[in-house]
């Protein structure tokens, strides 16, 4: 009753729990909701006997307000995960190829296997980097998306506008690429390509974002896309109906107001991110621009599970791969706290 494909799909891995360690495996913010959407979100629950709006209308029309765009080239989904997943169903069938970076968020194959098309993972630079060349080389003519992670998961790494308009010079206008930007709230870096200018350049691009990171609403699950009025309908057309629930509608309305509490969190992660880089430069920690620090596995004492394994046993959990280790930043106590395991390792 099963199809057999489904054997050979792999399962997203979420970060590891512990009740007493401090978490640092799930590029989360430890801070709690800020006050003004935790009270929204409260007052929203005293209503959930009703659908939520399914066109999210007060939502969209706050984000199409907040990217400078039309309330048309506005989605919202359960994550941006969701609007990933609806991207690879809205572009791609069975006979397709969708093309990503690897290492990158590790939901993008499975999004393309669930639909029965073929995966193209595109190695990363030696230096940790996404590689444009060779995934515009590995284009073909059953490509029909590519994700591009900007700063990238779980490296941290970024591209400059001249590297990204040189690869899109490459990209045949019928393949869409979708830019994902997780992070883009942590990124510091210049000259490079934003999804609200990006958009208004090309006709085959969809931004990607979320509140999952850093305004602090994992638990709630809401993303938002932008781009072309087309992509953006089609998106529409494969969302599953009222699945951003009007809890989770309340309290992205009122992070979206909240710009200053806003900054100064993401500031505090930013310098965190950077305490850790400088503390594990012995590991080859690579410069990020997002809220975590990546230690590539050839730079490490021991193998990634072996080090994760380390700090779990210290109190700390961080996020092992096959190809190295992830470690959140957030406050400056919860950093305290991973350099003193750190130091027993």
């Not at 003004?36 to 979100?41: D, E, F, K, V, Y």
């Not at 999804?195 to 994992?218: C, E, M, P, Q, W």
């Not at 781009?227 to 989770?248: D, Q, T």
């Not at 992830?326 to 027993?344: N, S, Y």
Request: hydrophobic content about 45%.
């Amino acid at each position: 009753m099963i199809r057999p494909d489904l054997d050979n799909l792999p399962a997203y891995v979420p970060g590891a729990r512990m009740d007493d360690a401090v978490k640092l495996s799930s590029n989360e913010s430890s801070f709690a909701p800020l006050p003004s959407a935790a009270q929204a979100m409260a007052d929203a629950a005293a209503g959930v006997n009703r659908y939520p709006d399914m066109g999210a209308v007060e939502l969209r029309t706050q984000l199409a307000q907040h990217l400078g765009v039309d309330f048309e080239q506005t989605a919202v989904g359960t994550g941006s995960s969701a609007l990933c997943q609806q991207l690879v169903q809205a572009t791609t069938t069975a006979e397709n190829e969708v093309i990503f970076p690897w290492r990158s968020f590790e939901a993008y194959p499975i999004f393309v296997q669930v639909v029965g098309a073929t995966p193209v993972p595109v190695a990363l630079t030696p230096e940790q980097g996404v590689d444009l060349d060779a995934i515009a080389a590995a284009v073909t003519d059953k490509t029909s998306l590519i994700f591009i992670c900007n700063p990238n998961n779980p490296t941290g790494t970024t591209i400059s506008n001249d590297e990204f308009e040189a690869f899109m010079a490459k990209v045949p206008a019928h393949v869409v690429v979708g830019l994902d930007e997780a992070y883009f709230e942590y990124n510091r870096g210049e000259n490079q390509p934003v999804g609200t200018d990006v958009i208004a350049k090309y006709d085959n691009v969809v931004g990607l974002r979320t509140f999952s990171k850093a305004y602090g609403l994992a638990g709630a699950r809401v993303g938002y896309a932008f781009g072309p009025r087309s992509l953006i309908e089609a998106l529409n057309k494969v969302a599953i109906p009222f699945s951003v629930n009007s809890v989770a509608q309340a309290g992205a309305v009122a992070a979206l107001q909240a710009k200053e509490e806003l900054k100064e969190r993401i500031d505090a992660a930013v310098i965190e991110r950077d305490r850790i880089t400088t503390a594990f430069a012995a590991w080859g920690a690579i410069s990020s621009e997002a809220n975590f620090v990546w230690l590539p596995a050839a730079s490490l004492p021991k193998q990634p599970q072996d080090i994760a394994a380390d700090f779990a046993a210290a109190g700390v959990l961080v996020r092992a791969f096959p190809e190295g280790v992830r470690i959140t930043a957030t406050t400056a106590e919860e950093t305290e706290v991973l350099l003193k395991a750190f130091e027993t390792i």
